[in-house]
Protein backbone atom coordinates (compact mmCIF):
# COMPACT_ATOMS: atom_id res chain seq x y z
CA UNK A 1 0.00 0.00 0.00
CA UNK A 2 1.13 3.74 -1.41
CA UNK A 3 1.28 5.73 1.94
CA UNK A 4 0.43 9.22 1.03
CA UNK A 5 1.02 12.20 3.33
CA UNK A 6 1.72 15.82 2.86
CA UNK A 7 5.22 17.07 3.48
CA UNK A 8 6.44 20.63 3.92
CA UNK A 9 9.59 22.15 2.43
CA UNK A 10 11.45 25.24 3.00
CA UNK A 11 13.73 26.22 -0.36
CA UNK A 12 15.48 28.76 1.49
CA UNK A 13 16.94 26.15 4.30
CA UNK A 14 16.86 23.26 2.37
CA UNK A 15 14.48 21.39 4.82
CA UNK A 16 11.91 19.16 4.90
CA UNK A 17 9.51 17.87 7.31
CA UNK A 18 6.28 15.75 7.16
CA UNK A 19 2.91 18.12 7.35
CA UNK A 20 1.04 16.35 9.39
CA UNK A 21 2.92 15.15 12.53
CA UNK A 22 6.24 17.27 12.81
CA UNK A 23 6.67 20.74 14.22
CA UNK A 24 8.20 23.38 11.49
CA UNK A 25 11.87 22.83 11.10
CA UNK A 26 12.50 26.15 9.79
CA UNK A 27 11.55 28.86 12.20
CA UNK A 28 11.64 31.97 10.48
CA UNK A 29 8.00 33.14 9.31
CA UNK A 30 10.08 35.45 6.05
CA UNK A 31 10.43 31.75 4.39
CA UNK A 32 7.74 30.40 2.15
CA UNK A 33 6.58 26.85 3.06
CA UNK A 34 6.00 24.95 0.19
CA UNK A 35 3.42 22.20 1.31
CA UNK A 36 3.26 19.21 -1.51
CA UNK A 37 2.16 15.39 -1.56
CA UNK A 38 4.74 12.61 -0.81
CA UNK A 39 3.30 9.35 -2.31
CA UNK A 40 5.95 6.47 -0.87
CA UNK A 41 6.09 3.21 -0.09
CA UNK A 42 7.61 2.55 3.52
CA UNK A 43 4.91 -0.70 4.27
CA UNK A 44 5.64 -3.44 6.72
CA UNK A 45 5.49 -6.82 4.54
CA UNK A 46 4.86 -10.00 6.54
CA UNK A 47 6.29 -12.90 4.47
CA UNK A 48 5.09 -16.50 4.39
CA UNK A 49 5.91 -18.24 7.58
CA UNK A 50 5.49 -14.89 9.61
CA UNK A 51 8.83 -13.24 8.81
CA UNK A 52 8.61 -9.10 8.71
CA UNK A 53 10.64 -6.39 6.71
CA UNK A 54 10.09 -3.32 5.54
CA UNK A 55 10.03 -2.18 1.92
CA UNK A 56 10.87 1.26 0.92
CA UNK A 57 10.66 3.62 -2.05
CA UNK A 58 13.22 6.59 -2.29
CA UNK A 59 11.57 9.54 -0.86
CA UNK A 60 13.98 12.86 -2.31
CA UNK A 61 12.24 14.80 0.24
CA UNK A 62 13.54 13.14 3.46
CA UNK A 63 14.87 9.30 2.21
CA UNK A 64 15.77 8.94 5.75
CA UNK A 65 13.28 9.59 8.48
CA UNK A 66 11.99 7.20 9.74
CA UNK A 67 9.61 6.56 13.27
CA UNK A 68 12.63 3.92 13.83
CA UNK A 69 15.87 3.27 11.96
CA UNK A 70 16.10 -0.24 10.97
CA UNK A 71 18.86 -2.52 11.66
CA UNK A 72 19.92 -3.03 8.63
CA UNK A 73 18.92 -1.99 5.07
CA UNK A 74 19.56 -3.99 1.75
CA UNK A 75 19.17 -1.34 -1.02
CA UNK A 76 18.60 -2.57 -4.52
CA UNK A 77 19.51 0.71 -5.96
CA UNK A 78 23.00 2.74 -5.17
CA UNK A 79 21.45 6.52 -4.30
CA UNK A 80 20.54 4.43 -1.07
CA UNK A 81 23.43 5.78 1.51
CA UNK A 82 21.05 5.77 4.46
CA UNK A 83 23.33 6.20 7.75
CA UNK A 84 22.59 2.88 9.32
CA UNK A 85 24.09 -0.47 8.77
CA UNK A 86 23.10 -1.82 5.06
CA UNK A 87 24.23 -3.42 1.91
CA UNK A 88 23.75 -2.89 -1.79
CA UNK A 89 22.79 -5.62 -5.10
CA UNK A 90 24.15 -4.23 -8.09
CA UNK A 91 20.50 -3.94 -10.33
CA UNK A 92 19.79 -1.67 -13.05
CA UNK A 93 15.95 0.48 -12.45
CA UNK A 94 13.52 -2.39 -14.37
CA UNK A 95 16.55 -4.63 -15.21
CA UNK A 96 17.50 -7.77 -13.57
CA UNK A 97 20.52 -8.10 -10.32
CA UNK A 98 23.69 -8.27 -12.76
CA UNK A 99 24.64 -11.49 -10.39
CA UNK A 100 21.97 -13.82 -9.36
CA UNK A 101 24.08 -15.87 -7.20
CA UNK A 102 24.99 -13.05 -5.09
CA UNK A 103 21.46 -12.06 -4.79
CA UNK A 104 20.39 -15.20 -3.55
CA UNK A 105 22.87 -15.32 -0.90
CA UNK A 106 22.19 -11.97 0.31
CA UNK A 107 18.70 -12.43 0.15
CA UNK A 108 18.76 -15.55 2.35
CA UNK A 109 21.62 -13.13 4.46
CA UNK A 110 18.65 -10.52 4.91
CA UNK A 111 15.93 -13.33 5.50
CA UNK A 112 18.17 -14.78 8.31
CA UNK A 113 18.36 -11.46 9.97
CA UNK A 114 14.94 -10.29 9.87
CA UNK A 115 13.68 -13.97 11.34
CA UNK A 116 16.37 -13.56 14.04
CA UNK A 117 14.19 -10.35 15.19
CA UNK A 118 16.25 -7.63 13.34
CA UNK A 119 14.29 -4.91 11.74
CA UNK A 120 15.00 -4.79 8.15
CA UNK A 121 14.32 -2.69 5.26
CA UNK A 122 14.67 -3.28 1.33
CA UNK A 123 14.19 -0.42 -1.02
CA UNK A 124 14.69 0.57 -4.67
CA UNK A 125 13.63 4.04 -5.79
CA UNK A 126 9.37 3.51 -6.59
CA UNK A 127 9.21 0.25 -4.56
CA UNK A 128 7.74 -1.80 -7.15
CA UNK A 129 10.23 -3.64 -10.01
CA UNK A 130 13.48 -4.49 -7.90
CA UNK A 131 11.76 -4.23 -4.62
CA UNK A 132 8.44 -6.14 -5.60
CA UNK A 133 10.91 -8.97 -7.21
CA UNK A 134 13.25 -9.21 -4.38
CA UNK A 135 10.21 -9.75 -1.88
CA UNK A 136 8.85 -12.96 -4.42
CA UNK A 137 12.22 -14.17 -4.07
CA UNK A 138 11.71 -13.76 -0.40
CA UNK A 139 8.37 -15.17 -0.23
CA UNK A 140 9.87 -17.97 -2.08
CA UNK A 141 12.97 -18.80 -0.01
CA UNK A 142 10.17 -18.36 2.73
CA UNK A 143 8.87 -21.64 1.48
CA UNK A 144 5.94 -19.62 -0.59
CA UNK A 145 5.08 -21.98 -4.24
CA UNK A 146 7.62 -20.15 -6.64
CA UNK A 147 4.63 -20.21 -9.65
CA UNK A 148 2.42 -18.35 -6.93
CA UNK A 149 5.39 -15.58 -5.33
CA UNK A 150 4.49 -12.96 -7.56
CA UNK A 151 0.74 -13.14 -7.41
CA UNK A 152 1.61 -13.34 -3.97
CA UNK A 153 3.17 -10.03 -3.73
CA UNK A 154 1.55 -7.79 -5.81
CA UNK A 155 -1.60 -8.93 -3.54
CA UNK A 156 -0.12 -8.36 -0.47
CA UNK A 157 2.29 -5.65 -0.89
CA UNK A 158 1.54 -3.85 -3.99
CA UNK A 159 -0.39 -4.38 -7.31
CA UNK A 160 2.43 -2.42 -9.13
CA UNK A 161 5.07 -4.87 -7.63
CA UNK A 162 7.22 -6.32 -10.57
CA UNK A 163 7.22 -4.30 -13.19
CA UNK A 164 8.09 -6.34 -16.20
CA UNK A 165 8.17 -9.67 -17.49
CA UNK A 166 11.64 -10.32 -17.25
CA UNK A 167 11.26 -9.97 -13.86
CA UNK A 168 8.32 -12.29 -13.41
CA UNK A 169 10.36 -14.81 -15.28
CA UNK A 170 13.36 -13.96 -13.34
CA UNK A 171 11.67 -15.26 -10.55
CA UNK A 172 10.85 -17.92 -11.66
CA UNK A 173 14.20 -18.82 -13.38
CA UNK A 174 15.85 -18.40 -10.21
CA UNK A 175 14.18 -20.75 -7.95
CA UNK A 176 13.38 -23.86 -11.06
CA UNK A 177 16.79 -25.67 -10.12
Known amino acids: MVEI ?7 ECGLYWDGGSEPPRCRNGNHEHRVFEVHRHLDPVVLPGGTRLTAASFDQAAPYVRARVPDYGLYLDPRWQPPWDH ?11 T ?11 VLERAQSGQDVEMGCLGG ?18 VREAVAWVRSGYCA ?16 SS
Open 99 to 109: DADALTRTLRA
Open 87 to 97: GHICWPDFGLP
Open 128 to 145: HGRTGTALSCLAALSGHP
Open 160 to 175: KAVETPEQEAFVAALF
Open 5 to 11: RRAVACA
